[in-house]
């Protein structure tokens, strides 16, 4: 298995630009997680998906934070209008209810810089 | 919200040597996990713990599920230079429909060879 995929692997924006990550998660998997990591607050969960559903968006920062999951296998998050402190690591994982959901596959995350 | 400290920080060691780090919190968690993150890339499930009391070894790792909930130790023995990372614990307290977990701030090892 490919495990999760992630693109771009880097991303540096400026103030104000529509930044779009992506996310295919491993094959099978029926939740998908969003997290951010920084050096202040470590790995925060943004959001996630159940078969496709947003469970919990709880930890999306603002408005400016979308997330959508159109299919089983791919995910995005947007973030628009994009600010210097959404600057972090963004991670995208996967788990599987039979094998324990709480057991979650990382990807190798989007380092975003906002200037 | 929920809060894990992890501790140390940070350490250095000797290749060879054993390591300890632990994780506590002041609410049950029901499941317990260990990642490591290598530079440049995302966490890796390492050991996980559904237990309480509950202690499981992967290779040269041991973790251990706290008696109380409210806490869980990883041991690394026969450090080895590839060791070197950070090491996360996470937490999962029992809450309807819930399946967020809470993370530490990690433990960053490095080995001297």
């Known amino acids: 298995d490919a495990g999760v995929i992630q693109s771009p692997r880097h991303e540096v924006t400026e103030m104000g630009q529509e930044v779009t990550l992506r996310c295919k998660p491993i094959s099978g998997h029926d939740y998908l997680f969003w997290y951010r990591q920084t050096m202040m607050r470590g790995l925060e969960l943004l959001i996630y998906?159940?078969?496709?559903?947003?469970?919990?968006d709880s930890g999306m920062p603002e408005d400016r934070f979308s997330a959508k999951m159109p299919n089983a296998s791919f995910s995005t998050l947007k973030i628009q209008p994009s600010e210097p402190r959404d600057s972090a690591v963004y991670f995208c994982?996967?788990?599987?209810?039979?094998?324990?959901?709480?057991?979650?596959?990382f990807g190798p995350g989007t380092r975003l810089l906002v200037l | 919200g929920q809060q894990l400290n992890q501790s140390p920080q940070s350490m250095f060691i000797q290749e060879g040597e054993d390591v300890s780090m632990n994780c506590t919190s002041s609410s049950i968690f029901n499941t317990w996990l260990w990642y490591k993150q290598d530079p440049g890339e995302g966490p890796v499930l390492l050991i996980a713990?559904?237990?309480?009391?509950e202690l499981t070894s992967n290779g040269r790792l041991t973790a251990q599920f706290g008696i109380t909930r409210k806490d869980s130790f990883l041991n690394i023995s026969a450090s080895i230079p590839s060791d070197v990372g950070i090491y996360f614990c996470a937490g999962r307290s029992r809450g309807a429909g819930s399946y967020q977990l809470t993370f530490g701030k990690g433990t960053k090892l490095s080995v001297i060879p």
């Open positions: 713990l559904y237990k309480a009391g």
């Open positions: 994982a996967s788990s599987h209810t039979t094998v324990g959901m709480e057991t979650q596959y």
């Open positions: 998906f159940n078969n496709n559903v947003p469970i919990d």
